[in-house]
Nanobody, 121 residues
Framework: QVQLVVSAGGLVQSGWSLRLSCTAS????????MGWYRQAPGKQLELVAR???????NYADSVKGRFTISRDNPKNSVYLQMSSLKPEDTAVYYC???????????????WGQGTLVTVSS
C-alpha cells in the first residue's frame, strides 16, 4: 500500500507565500513523475506543476514565475513553493505520484488528500 501525505494549506493574503509538501510512504520501489494539481470551486482539476525523477519540471502558464516545484528523491517527497499568491490561486491542492511498488507489476497513480489554500484579496 502507498500513501501520500500532504501538509496543511491555509489562509493567506494576496502576495504572500506558502509552501506545500507531500511525502509518499509504503511499499515503494521507485517514483517516476510527481506533481501538484488543484481544483478551484466550480472548476475542473488542473495541473499546477510536475517534476520528473531527474528534476525536469513543467508548469501551468498561470503559475510560471511564481511557483516552484522541487523534490527530494531519498525522502520520496515533493514540494510546491508558492509565491506572489493571488486570489485566483484559491483551490484544493492535490499531490500526485507515479509509483512503482515492490513486488507488484505495473505502476500506481497515487494521490494524496487535498489541502485547501485560500488567498484573500
Amino acid at each position: 500500500q502507498v500513501q501520500l501525505v500532504v501538509s496543511a494549506g491555509g489562509l493567506v493574503q494576496s502576495g504572500w507565500s506558502l509552501r506545500l509538501s507531500c511525502t509518499a510512504s509504503g511499499s515503494i520501489r521507485s517514483i517516476n513523475d510527481m506533481g501538484w494539481y488543484r481544483q478551484a470551486p466550480g472548476k475542473q482539476l488542473e495541473l499546477v506543476a510536475r517534476i520528473t525523477s531527474g528534476g525536469i519540471t513543467n508548469y501551468a502558464d498561470s503559475v510560471k514565475g511564481r511557483f516552484t516545484i522541487s523534490r527530494d528523491n531519498p525522502k520520496n517527497s515533493v514540494y510546491l513553493q508558492m509565491s506572489s499568491l493571488k486570489p485566483e490561486d484559491t483551490a484544493v491542492y492535490y499531490c500526485n505520484a507515479d509509483v512503482r511498488r515492490r513486488n507488484v507489476v505495473g505502476r500506481l497513480d497515487a494521490w494524496g488528500q487535498g489541502t485547501l489554500v485560500t488567498v484573500s484579496s
